[in-house]
């Protein structure tokens, strides 16, 4: 049975620092891509940052990009999502996904709450 666990995730004020971690297992993690989307309050879930199986290619999205930074260790099964200079507007549900596109495969987490306020 596949499961993906998000952690992490909290409140903190506008300008700090938190990192996600996602861990999976039942899946042979290292054939995945992974992936970190978010989705506020009355928005549609976007996508927030990507890494590939083997972690040499990275894509964000223009509104955190210079901010977050995505990184896996592929020994311990996990994903992490560092994210500096938190912004109000970064409030959301985090998610974190594994797909792999050459047979279709996907899973979700049941995602973290990230609350940026003073």
């Known amino acids: 049975q596949v499961q993906i666990v998000e952690s992490g995730g909290g409140l903190v004020q506008p300008g700090g620092s938190l990192r996600l971690s996602c861990a999976a297992s039942?899946?042979?993690?290292?054939?995945?891509?992974m992936n970190w989307y978010r989705q506020a309050p009355g928005k549609e879930r976007e996508l927030v940052a990507s890494i590939s199986r083997g972690g040499s290619r990275t894509n964000y999205g223009d509104s955190v990009r210079s901010r977050f930074t995505i990184s896996r260790d592929n020994a311990k099964n996990t994903v992490y999502l560092q994210m500096n200079a938190l912004k109000p507007e970064d409030t959301a549900v985090y998610f974190c996904?594994?797909?792999?596109?050459?047979?279709?495969?996907?899973?979700w987490g049941q995602g973290t709450q990230v609350t940026v306020s003073s």
């Open positions: 996904n594994a797909n792999r596109t050459w047979d279709g495969s996907a899973y």
């Open positions: 039942g899946l042979i993690f290292s054939t995945y891509d």
